[in-house]
């Protein structure tokens, strides 16, 4: 053995991004307007002009701006306002009719999408030394599905270690995200190399490729992961998933909308499958949902339980198995 060291689905019809210059719009002779962030003590509520715009491009978009913060929403305007190169809100819409490959850049501005490869670390030593054990011992090869993929970086991640196992080619991974060109960069696989840091130097010289440029993650995680763009709380993923990774993605939205996200992932689980959160967030008015470790919980009703202390895989550092 090695020892690693740390180093939304509706679907809808949609128009891939493929260049934001069109008839009409002289992106060259356009001087983007200047960031317009909010001074402390502003209001951060969406105005009345502000919330009928919006609420039509999200709709365009297959989703609900009344489910989305309205002050997350609010400090993401003025990156909107320079992703179509327009000086006001009002003015989002006629653009994007105009020119309909501008709505997923619109969109993406307004919707946060983050993500990266190994994101905290413990988490992932949880999920290699406790969940995936669990998981392969009873299934052929676990189902899992990333919700609010982004670029797809924590997907790929869990593939390596998976491929690292030997579990892979048997495992059925699939990302979703509700921003288009998010799906189109997962695709894709590349990566600039400050993205790829944290990823152990084992695995990036077997699973990620350098062109002299950017890293490209191996044609072999490409094809055993597959992607799908659409809206999580609208209809989720087909299931029963095994695991299922939904971080930092409650965090943004309206409690009314959390609640119901809740519920999507629960039913969404097997029993005794896992689901795995941001730091801050909490499960709260599920029924199943019952946490064995920081970030990570059980659909209870399933596989027993471990024994011995909740928070026993977090307390030795990050490390990632690769059979000899």
């Avoid at 356009?30 to 002009?49: E, N």
């Avoid at 921003?179 to 993205?195: L, M, N, Q, S, T």
Wanted: hydrophobic share 40%.
């Amino acid at each position: 053995m090695v020892g690693l060291s740390r180093s939304p689905i509706a679907y809808r019809h949609v128009i891939f991004p493929e260049t934001l210059a069109g008839p009409g719009l002289a992106i060259d002779r356009f001087t983007p307007p200047r960031s317009r962030s909010l001074p402390p003590g502003q209001d951060r509520h969406l105005s009345l002009s502000e919330q009928d715009c919006l609420r039509r491009l999200f709709r365009l978009a297959g989703l609900d701006l009344d489910d989305y913060r309205p002050e997350t929403i609010k400090r993401r305007i003025p990156a909107c306002l320079r992703a179509v190169r327009v000086e006001h809100t009002n003015e989002i819409g006629p653009v994007v009719q105009r020119h309909p490959q501008l709505l997923d850049v619109a969109l993406s501005a307004l919707v946060i999408g983050v993500t990266s490869f190994f994101r905290d670390p413990a988490t992932f030593t949880a999920l290699n030394e406790r969940v995936l054990p669990e998981l392969l011992a009873h299934n052929a090869g676990p189902r899992v599905w990333s919700a609010g993929c982004s670029d797809g970086a924590e997907l790929y991640s869990l593939a390596m270690v998976l491929a690292h196992r030997g579990a892979l080619q048997r495992s059925s991974l699939l990302g979703t995200d509700c921003r288009v060109d998010a799906i189109v960069r997962a695709k894709e696989g590349c990566f600039d190399p400050a993205a790829v840091k944290n990823v152990p130097a084992e695995f990036l010289g077997r699973y990620l490729s350098f062109n002299g440029a950017r890293w490209r993650v191996h044609p072999y995680l490409r094809t055993a992961a597959h992607w799908r763009s659409g809206n999580v709380l609208t209809t989720p993923a087909p299931g029963p998933w095994d695991l299922i990774l939904c971080r930092n993605l409650a965090i943004y939205m309206q409690p009314a909308a959390v609640e119901r996200l809740w519920g999507q992932l629960e039913q969404s689980l097997r029993p005794g499958g896992f689901v795995v959160l941001g730091k801050a967030e909490r499960p709260n008015g599920t029924r199943e949902l019952v946490q064995i470790v920081p970030s990570i919980y059980r659909r209870d009703g399933g596989l027993n339980r471990h024994s011995g202390p909740a928070s026993a895989a977090l307390d030795r550092p990050p490390r990632y198995v690769v059979p000899s």
